[in-house]
């Protein structure tokens, strides 16, 4: 596990980066996922409207 240590004046923060990437990934995936559900109703949505 790799961490980063983070001080600033009296305190001290300890960053978990392989956290960081999963959730990271995570929300690049639910993006997709929500960009995906997007153009499919914009295409429905054109279909009802011809």
Same mark, same amino acid.
């Given at each position: 596990? &790799?961490? &980063? #240590?983070?001080? =600033?004046?009296?305190?001290?923060? @300890?960053? =978990? @980066?392989?956290? #960081?990437r999963c959730k990271e990934k995570a929300r690049q995936e639910k993006e997709q996922r929500n960009k995906k559900q997007g153009n499919e109703t914009l295409i429905k949505n054109q279909a009802v409207n011809r």
């Open positions: 596990m &790799k961490t &980063k #240590l983070i001080i =600033d004046g009296n305190d001290v923060y @300890e960053i =978990d @980066e392989e956290c #960081l």
